[in-house]
T-cell receptor, first 114, second 110 residues
């Protein structure tokens, strides 16, 4: 398995509170991604990073921000959580060049916003 | 906008059967296609990656094919086992991003 961990694995929070999810990799891969998975919608890209301090928006980026200050860590922040952000969040990584083509996923974080 | 469809949404088969899962996509301008497996409450496990220049890839009992011109891929599972029960997802890469189908939930009955 690719060396990807996510923390926390489960979180319950209240509407309006800030939440930060962490993705940590030990593979030294260049690309990192945040997805959310919801019934009926499948997996959707939130943000991704193509290097330290280099990030871009995905399909469903509103209400989310990201930061990457080190190769191994990619943080996803919900500035003010809403119930619509209740979801399972997955981090993924991929390498550069041809290795960039294959993505490997972390175990996920289940977030509940009350 | 790329759209990926997987049919059927669910499939139940007896153990030992050979089966085919289908994936179709609307834009044939893809770099590659990746098949994943997801067990309940778990992350995604990469099964096979097919580059756009390839026609198929094999790993053990799994064989994935790609027909870019028709916008189709199939995942063939030989001699299915109860341990193959999971949701299977396909995803296509057009540029920076993967676009996922919603998956086929496979149940293999002993």
């Amino acid at each position: 398995d690719a060396g990807i961990t996510q923390s926390p694995r489960h979180k319950v929070t209240e509407t309006g509170t800030p939440v930060t999810l962490r993705c940590h990799q030990t593979e030294n891969h260049r690309y990192m991604y945040w997805y959310r998975q919801d019934p009926g919608h499948g997996l959707r890209l939130i943000h991704y990073s193509y290097g330290v301090k280099d990030t871009d928006k995905g399909e469903v980026s509103d209400g989310y921000s990201v930061s990457r200050s080190k190769t191994e860590d990619f943080l996803l922040t919900l500035e003010s959580a809403t119930s619509s952000q209740t979801s399972v969040y997955f981090c993924a990584i991929s390498g550069a060049g041809l290795a960039r083509n294959e993505q490997f996923f972390g175990p996920g974080t289940r977030l509940t916003v009350l | 906008k790329q759209e990926v469809t997987q049919i059927p949404a669910a499939l139940s088969v007896p153990e030992g059967e050979n089966l085919v899962l289908n994936c179709s996509f609307t834009d044939s301008a893809i770099y590659n296609l990746q098949w994943f497996r997801q067990d309940p409450g778990k992350g995604l496990t990469s099964l096979l990656l097919i580059q756009s220049s390839q026609r198929e890839q094999t790993s053990g009992r799994l064989n994935a094919s790609l027909d870019k011109s028709s916008g189709r891929s199939t995942l063939y599972i030989a001699a299915s086992q109860p341990g193959d029960s999971a949701t299977y997802l396909c995803a296509v890469r057009g540029s920076e991003k993967l676009v996922f189908g919603k998956g086929t939930k496979l149940t293999v009955n002993p």
